[in-house]
């Protein structure tokens, strides 16, 4: 199997042109899809602080960000040492052509050489965390290719018997694709399973939504009461269907213009209150747009990343100092960049 650092050569021939744009035509993210273009990459890999096999360490909060490969153990080994964490959250490539479209970051290929690229990396995760730890893992399903690979890595995981699953949590997507002969795909899926037997905070996940739905009545301590007065909050409980949380898209503050496939920060934010506490240790060996580390950042939590590609380990490194600087988790349409922006037309915000 052609391993990542390969795999990031293979996409790198012209420049394509595409950018998303509001249906009044005149918003724009100012970074273009950044695994996708190849002679934007070449502009700003010398911006990169990181080379391959290195690490960055954050002297303010105790974070790490690296450029390293998920598959290596004596990479893994390089940032996390022997420490142990307590949390891993992984947004691996799906081995689907997301946005239809190949590239290094989210690439596709033979099922069985991507169930070899899995079955290392998570290897390497359970070598990694604590006897007691939570595992979550976004996936895909390609309903072109027999919903691969979601039914094949599930299988995979059977041979770890460290790992037990615990549920299957749908993100639901307020926008999606699909066509006039199909349901719109709008889901998105993260397996959740444990080591051992970690804590869950139950408390610090429940949403947004209020209880309205009066009834089920049962008998407790002699008295009849509904499902309302038994409850502990107003709010409704997270449950494993997420519809309370908006995918990541240019309005949004933490948007990361060029990082296609964004996770959303309240997702991750969930997850780690019910996982964690307070300067416990969150592990994501896919860092992509910093996302995971950025909400250790804001809970109070130690997070070390890293990323094979070094844009993404560098945007990680800025999404940080960025957020320090102004508060803001993201750039909206901005380009984090701004070294290599062009004189462009001013735009006409909306």
């Not at 700003?44 to 790490?64: F, M, Q, S």
Request: hydrophobic share 35%; proline share 4%; net charge positive.
């Amino acid at each position: 199997m052609k391993d990542k650092n390969n795999i990031l050569s293979l996409f790198d021939g012209g420049l394509l042109t595409s950018e998303k744009i509001s249906r009044r035509g005149r918003t724009k993210e100012m970074l273009n899809r950044l695994d996708l273009y190849g002679e934007l990459r070449q502009k700003i890999l010398p911006l990169c602080r990181l080379k391959y096999g290195e690490v960055w360490e954050d002297p303010v909060g105790g974070h790490k960000i690296g450029v390293l490969d998920a598959t290596k153990l004596e990479d893994v080994k390089k940032i996390v040492g022997n420490e142990k964490g307590r949390l891993i959250v992984n947004d691996p490539p799906y081995n689907v052509a997301v946005g239809n479209a190949n590239t290094n970051a989210l690439f596709k290929i033979n099922i069985k050489n991507y169930l070899e690229f899995s079955k290392r990396w998570v290897q390497n995760a359970i070598l990694i965390t604590d006897k007691d730890a939570h595992f979550y893992i976004w996936l895909g399903a390609d309903y072109r290719d027999n919903l691969q690979p979601f039914p094949d890595f599930i299988i995979l995981l059977r041979e770890f018997r460290e790992l037990k699953p615990k549920s299957i949590i749908t993100l639901r997507n307020q926008r999606g694709y699909g066509t006039q002969k199909n349901w719109m795909w709008v889901r998105q899926e993260l397996l959740y399973y444990v080591k051992g037997n970690p804590e869950f905070n139950v408390g610090a996940e429940y949403t947004n939504i209020p209880r309205i739905l009066r009834g089920y009545y049962k008998e407790v301590n002699g008295k009849i009461t509904e499902n309302l007065e038994r409850s502990k909050s107003e709010y409704i409980r997270a449950g494993n269907v997420w519809v309370d949380i908006q995918q990541v898209f240019y309005r949004m503050e933490e948007n990361v213009p060029g990082c296609y496939a964004q996770k959303p920060l309240k997702a991750i934010e969930r997850i780690i209150m019910s996982a964690t506490n307070e300067k416990d240790l969150v592990l994501d060996f896919f860092a992509h747009s910093g996302t995971t580390l950025i909400a250790g950042e804001r809970l109070k939590r130690r997070v070390y990343t890293f990323d094979v590609d070094p844009i993404f380990a560098e945007i990680t490194i800025r999404r940080l100092e960025h957020f320090r600087k102004t508060g803001k988790t993201g750039w909206q349409w901005q380009n984090p960049f701004p070294e290599i922006e062009e004189k462009k037309e001013k735009q006409k915000w909306i």
